[in-house]
């Protein structure tokens, strides 16, 4: 069965940093890009950032350009997203999410549940 995790959210003060692990079993994750979406109250999901299979290619949402990066291990199956610099309005729901190499959330194929990032002032 096919399977993502994220985890490393939590409660981090403006500024600060976290780092959220996205970690896939079930399915061959070295032929998947990951993307990371975000989802704050009131809002829809929103594209934040991707990765490639190969892990040489990498696109960020400009909110986030500059403060997050994407990495991954295909011997470990694991994506990271480091979040620095974190802002009141990077206060979300973040999901991860494995398909092709797009921005478009309804391309991927299989969904994580999601870990909460929670920025105060």
């Known amino acids: 069965q096919e399977q993502l995790v994220e985890s490393g959210g939590g409660l981090v003060q403006a500024g600060g940093s976290l780092r959220l692990v996205c970690a896939a079993s079930?399915?061959?994750?070295?032929?998947?890009?990951i993307g990371w979406f975000r989802r704050a109250q009131g809002q829809e999901r929103k594209f934040v950032a991707r990765?490639?299979?190969?892990?040489?290619?990498?696109d960020y949402a400009d909110s986030v350009n500059g403060r997050f990066t994407i990495s991954r291990d295909n011997a470990k199956r694991t994506v990271h997203l480091q979040l620095n610099n974190l802002q009141l309005e990077d206060t979300a729901v973040y999901y991860c999410?494995?398909?092709?190499?797009?921005?478009?959330?309804?391309?991927?194929?299989?969904w994580g549940q999601g870990t909460q990032v929670l920025v105060s002032s």
């Open positions: 079930g399915f061959n994750f070295d032929t998947y890009a």
């Open positions: 990765i490639d299979w190969t892990g040489t290619k990498t």
């Open positions: 999410a494995a398909g092709p190499y797009t921005r478009t959330m309804t391309t991927y194929h299989f």
